[in-house]
């Protein structure tokens, strides 16, 4: 059974940092892609990173250049660095495993796993 435990979110002030990290089990996670997704009260779902088996990423353009995904494949774990955070940043963030394609995608349609979530705030 394929588990997802998101971890590291909390509060921050605007211009801060935060690591969220997500624990995959129940599959062999180097032949996934894995994404990252959020979703604010009121607000539909939106892709923020995505990183394929490859190691190609993707990017939504409201977090580029200052969100990174990664991932370490002996671990398990997928991580998502945010820095210079904003209060639009705050939302809700899921880790997300297996899109359909294979490859790296902002899609929430298109991904098989979900994890339960963490909050991340962004105060002003």
């Known amino acids: 059974q394929v588990q997802l435990v998101e971890s590291g979110g909390g509060s921050v002030q605007a211009g801060g940092s935060l690591r969220l990290s997500c624990a995959a089990s129940g599959y062999t996670y180097s032949s996934y892609c894995m994404g990252w997704f959020r979703q604010a009260p009121g607000k539909e779902r939106e892709g923020v990173a995505s990183?394929?088996?490859?190691?190609?990423?993707s990017y939504a353009d409201s977090v580029k250049g200052r969100f990174t995904i990664s991932q370490d494949n002996a671990k398990n774990t997928l991580y998502l660095q945010m820095n210079s955070l904003k209060p639009e940043d705050t939302a809700m963030y899921y880790c997300?495993?297996?899109?359909?394609?294979?490859?790296?995608?902002?899609?929430?349609?298109?991904?098989?796993?979900w994890g339960q979530g963490t909050q991340v705030t962004v105060s002003s």
């Open positions: 997300a495993a297996d899109c359909v394609y294979g490859s790296a995608s902002l899609f929430f349609y298109e991904y098989s796993y």
């Open positions: 990183i394929d088996s490859d190691g190609s990423t």
